[in-house]
């Protein structure tokens, strides 16, 4: 017993030195130099082998492993992969195919209690309304790109602060995605209060930096009102002002060009006027209700700063399971939307719809099925129409197949 003890005791020593994840490999060696040299009896050398790997799974299976630093072993990591096959058509153009990927793999570690600070890579290029990429040019390498990079402090159990590249719905709330794609990060200084069942959320958010002059920005805050029963309902109340500044004659990166803008001298396109939205939004869901939920949202925002075609809208309801996480599960979604050309910037819509453009409005539907866990059959359709003029109907249909880890 004596022995046993002292061959457990350097047991327990290798495995306090060597990190988690090499621990069999470079243990099962240095047993086997001992052995070599004589040392050890192979029977003794089994036996250490023996207690190594029972203590190894006592130490895991706790995260005691004393060599990681906490923010290891406090280490969140998650990810998708999507193959994507995308048929498009605008009336009276020709008909485009494309098969296309998405990948995105994001962590996040607690730095101390209550600050944490988390990143996210994800494929595609510059555009911060896709992360798709086309599989084309010769098989050329494809690059990744920062999604997001935060530091997040919650200061007291109702009050968070965040910074730094986020997802737009981690920091404020959306009921659809007419008004936000659900790609987008903003940039910029976040805080959330959050008390019993209301919310407050505000934030400043960088929209560019321009030399010499001053910066455009936009400035939001969002109250509002949540109620939920633990599987009977919930159901969320809101409304939001944005407030952008510097907007009226800038020149914004990715823009359409479907709100009303003018052209200087050298051609170069500016936007007309300011915008100032208020948006107010709801949505519910009930579950066991003749399906596992059933969800309704209805959203309307308008420009309070122009003198027309100021405002927009979405609606829609979906059926089936909240949220595809096993086989067998599945939704059904509908939605509407219109958006007039100046009631909302055309940097921010859902790139899906008719391009990502104000002026638009129509119809989508999204069907989603479990295939195996972690494992979603999508298909999506589009049918919206440009607003103005001579209507030209888009449609679009997405085949999905996406595997989560």
Not at 208 to 218: F, Q
Not at 281 to 302: H, W
Not at 366 to 383: A, E, H, P, T
Request: proline fraction near 2%.
């Amino acid at each position: 017993m004596k022995k046993r003890a002292i061959w457990l005791s350097v047991v327990l020593m290798l495995v306090g030195i060597l990190p988690s994840g090499i621990i069999a490999g470079e243990l099962d060696l240095l047993v086997s130099e001992l052995v070599e040299k004589g040392v050890i009896s192979p029977g003794r050398a089994n036996e250490i082998l023996i207690l190594s790997e029972e203590e190894m799974r006592t130490q895991l299976a706790k995260a005691k492993v004393s060599t990681l630093p906490k923010w290891i072993q406090t280490f969140n990591l998650k990810g998708d992969f999507r193959l994507r096959d995308q048929w498009e058509q605008r009336e009276g153009g020709d008909a485009r195919n494309r098969a296309r990927y998405r990948f995105r793999l994001g962590g996040e570690a607690e730095v101390i209690s209550g600050l944490n600070v988390g990143f996210g890579l994800a494929s595609g290029g510059t555009d911060p309304r896709s992360t798709n990429q086309t599989f084309e040019n010769s098989f050329e390498t494809k690059t990744i790109m920062l999604d997001y990079a935060y530091a997040r402090y919650s200061i007291t159990n109702w009050m968070t602060l965040t910074g730094g590249k986020i997802g737009a719905g981690s920091v404020f709330w959306t009921p659809s995605d007419y008004l936000w794609d659900t790609d987008i990060t903003v940039e910029g200084l976040a805080a959330g209060l959050k008390k019993k069942n209301l919310f407050l959320k505000t934030g400043y958010y960088f929209i560019d930096e321009i030399k010499d002059e001053k910066d455009p920005a936009m400035i939001l805050v969002q109250p509002g009102i949540l109620f939920a029963k633990e599987g009977s309902y919930t159901a969320t109340i809101g409304a939001t002002y944005y407030q952008f500044n510097q907007i009226k004659d800038a020149t914004l990166d990715h823009a359409k060009w479907s709100n009303t803008y003018y052209k200087d001298a050298s051609n170069v396109k500016h936007l007309s006027g300011d915008y100032r939205i208020v948006s107010v939004g709801a949505d519910m869901q009930v579950y066991n209700v003749l399906l596992p939920a059933i969800g309704l949202f209805c959203e309307y925002n308008r420009n309070i700063a122009a003198d027309s075609l100021q405002n927009g809208f979405a609606f829609g309801f979906f059926g089936g399971n909240d949220k595809i996480k096993d086989k067998n599960q599945w939704q059904i979604k509908y939605s509407y939307r219109k958006l007039e050309k100046d009631s909302w910037l055309d940097i921010f819509p859902d790139s899906d719809a008719y391009g990502g453009m104000t002026g638009i409005g129509g119809s989508e539907i999204v069907f989603q099925y479990g295939l195996m866990k972690n494992v979603i059959l999508g298909v999506d359709y589009y049918r919206i129409e440009n607003l103005s003029g001579t209507r030209v109907p888009e449609q679009i249909v997405q085949v999905d197949f996406q595997f989560k880890f």
